[in-house]
């Protein structure tokens, strides 16, 4: 993960951490310029390098285009603020610290963890056959999109257990009647798998919305295309890092993100 142009980090943070925080900060400003938010109601998270399992989500009530930095709140897994030179005490929604930090403890093999609320993701959410296979975005998904029922807004810690359990090994989620959800290895591959996702929902939408009849591709075509995406692991991140780069000049200029 690189941002692009020079990083001070405040005194006292690791390069690392400053680098996490940029590019979660990126982040947000690309899923608002996607238009991917839902007022100040969804989060983002990511896992902070190093051995104590902290991890960086939004100070609720900053709005996802304006995200800085030194806005994220670095917590740990049991919602503990952690104190962070140069970085004020923030407030977190307690339903993003209930999802986020399901996901951060069970699965440490997704460093980032991104939530929304889009009308498509949501329609979906709604829809009992919940995402079909016909378009090519939604095929990336075939045989590996999990399926978690609502119970009501995330705040019993208690469901944490039956979060993590319905997601299993799989990196994306689609949550009944409430939104989408995805992980990545990195933020670049969680970017990428979000936008796919809610692309998948909004042709899927679309689709359905004249009433004419779908064509869906044989169980083998869909199997294929799965397993096309996910085909040469190393050039696969590759590509994931060149779309990242790519998207960040969408964002250049303004306030920046990177203070």
Not at 84 to 102: Q, W
Not at 123 to 150: D, N, R, T, W
Not at 170 to 197: C, D, Q, S, W
Request: glycine share 8%; aromatic share 8%.
């Amino acid at each position: 993960m690189n941002v692009t142009t020079k990083i001070n980090q405040p005194a006292g943070m690791s390069a690392e951490e400053w680098q996490t925080r940029c590019d979660l900060a990126a982040l947000y400003r690309l899923v608002a310029h996607f238009r991917m938010t839902d007022f100040i109601y969804t989060h983002i998270s990511a896992r902070v390098p190093g051995p104590e399992h902290h991890f960086l989500i939004n100070d609720y009530g900053v709005m996802f285009h304006e995200m800085r930095a030194s806005d994220l709140v670095k917590i740990d897994v049991e919602g503990h603020r952690i104190e962070t030179p140069g970085v004020s005490a923030k407030r977190i929604n307690e339903a993003g610290f209930t999802i986020h930090s399901a996901i951060h403890t069970a699965r440490p093999d997704l460093t980032c963890v991104i939530h929304t609320h889009t009308a498509a993701g949501i329609a979906v959410a709604a829809q009992e056959q919940g995402l079909l296979p016909i378009s090519q975005h939604a095929m990336k998904f075939y045989g590996c999109l999990s399926y978690h029922g609502y119970e009501g807004i995330a705040l019993d810690l208690d469901e944490r257990e039956r979060i993590v359990a319905d997601l299993g090994q799989n990196k994306a989620m689609i949550l009944r009647n409430h939104g989408l959800l995805v992980g990545g290895r990195t933020i670049p591959e969680a970017f990428l798998e979000i936008y796919f996702l809610e692309r998948a929902c909004q042709a899927q939408v679309a689709a359905m919305s004249g009433g004419a009849k779908l064509v869906i591709p044989p169980r083998e075509v869909c199997e294929h295309t799965a397993a096309q995406y996910e085909r040469d692991g190393d050039n696969r991140m590759a590509h994931y890092e060149m779309a990242w780069q790519s998207a960040l000049r969408l964002i250049e200029g303004g306030s920046d993100y990177r203070s």
